[in-house]
């Protein structure tokens, strides 16, 4: 789905380092979201976004930030990251919440070395 | 909090059998919705169940919400190689806030 863009795809970074990873989507969508995705652990939240200017942790949002100053980006930064934090990060919008599938990014790969 | 079960984790099948994943929860379900990720791809969007007892179809594919609202399933028939990958569960939950809380995904291998 080209309207739905992450970067980078993937990313190594040292540990103790700030990474961001950036997701940009064309339907100007109110619902924004982060998943990292790890083996044994399915898909997990981080942070989401009900719409600009308001966001809300998930199950798993320590060591995140999130902003989200215009409905069509919404950044998520590792503040000094770790290597528990290497993961494979999805961005996922939707257009009214519940009632309606979301749609991924491709996903950023990130490992912490 | 609630929390959404998939069964089984993994499932391997000769080209051409049915395959079938299940979703349960403690707690009645809201709505539920069902994603397929190919290897190294990212989770689509394929349907989603809201009412007791409904059942939709998809080509291959049927779902399934229970009558309680607290299962679901996935049931493929004539697997192909094309169906390869994982298949998520996600409830929305009790509150609409957009949020859905995904089952742990059952991955189907087949053998062609």
């Known amino acids: 789905d080209a309207g739905i863009t992450q970067s980078p795809r993937y990313k190594i970074t040292e540990t103790g380092r700030q990474v961001t990873l950036m997701c940009h989507q064309t339907?100007?969508?109110?619902?924004m979201f982060w998943y990292r995705q790890d083996l044994g652990h399915g898909l997990r939240l981080i942070y989401y976004?009900?719409?600009?200017?308001?966001?809300d942790k998930g199950e798993v949002p320590d060591g995140y930030v999130v902003s989200r100053s215009k409905t069509e980006n919404f950044p998520l930064t590792l503040e000094s990251a770790t290597r528990s934090q290497t993961s494979v990060y999805f961005c996922a919008s939707s257009g009214q919440g519940n009632n309606y599938g979301y749609t991924f990014g491709s996903g950023t790969r990130l490992t912490v070395v | 909090g609630q929390q959404v079960m998939q069964i089984p984790q993994y499932q391997h099948v000769q080209e051409g059998e049915d395959f079938t994943t299940y979703c349960n929860s403690s707690?009645?379900?809201?709505?539920i919705q069902w994603y397929k990720q190919r290897p190294g791809g990212h989770p689509v969007f394929l349907i989603q169940l809201v009412k007791s007892g409904e059942v939709k179809k998809q080509k291959r594919l049927t779902f399934q919400f229970g009558e309680a609202k607290k299962n679901s399933s996935l049931h493929i028939t004539a697997t192909q190689t094309t169906d390869v990958g994982t298949y998520f569960c996600a409830d929305s939950g009790s509150s609409n806030t957009g949020k859905l809380i995904f089952g742990q995904g059952t991955t189907l291998q087949v053998k062609p």
């Open positions: 976004s009900a719409a600009a200017d308001i966001t």
């Open positions: 707690t009645t379900l809201s709505n």
């Open positions: 339907w100007s969508h109110s619902y």
